[in-house]
């Protein structure tokens, strides 16, 4: 028996204005092929728009050495449910793991990375505007960044430095890509 849900089906890549909807994984994915993140597979379940300023939901694949730099989240705070595979979370106060059906919370203002631990790991990742915050601001969500980068490709040191100031100036995001990613660190 098939059946058809209240909700209209509505995609958030197509029509943002606060409406409900059904999110569809074969319309919504992208992989990064540009920015800091070449070769991540992303899912942008909810944008800012689609949930009124309230979350972003990303479901992503990471492979191993496509992990993000050390950043800042100014204006959002971030959780990963890792769903398939493992990760290790790195702060500057420290390192722990977090496996397949396992939740991490990441406040704002606090510099962090994550390494897969393995080949691959699959996450559901989920930005909340930080404390003192009325929502994500129009056109200035994190979602917006993804989108945004997904097919620049960053090959000189001015071209990184000049998307460096971008994500700070325009995202709140603040990246440090002249530190060692910790997985590099390793013997």
Known sequence: MVTKSDVDQIQPTTNR????YVSHRSDVHFNMTGDFMTGVDFWIHATGETTNGQLIIIETNWVRGTEPVWHIHHREEEGFFVMDGEIKIHTEAGSYNAGAGQ?????????HTYEVVGEEARILVIFVPGPESSGFEPGGGIDKYFYEARDRELRTPEQLAAEVENLKTNYG?????ELPHPRDAKA
């Open 17 to 20: 204005d606060g409406e409900s």
């Open 103 to 111: 939740f991490v919370w990441g406040r704002k203002d606090q510099r």
């Open 173 to 177: 995001l603040e990246m440090f890509p």
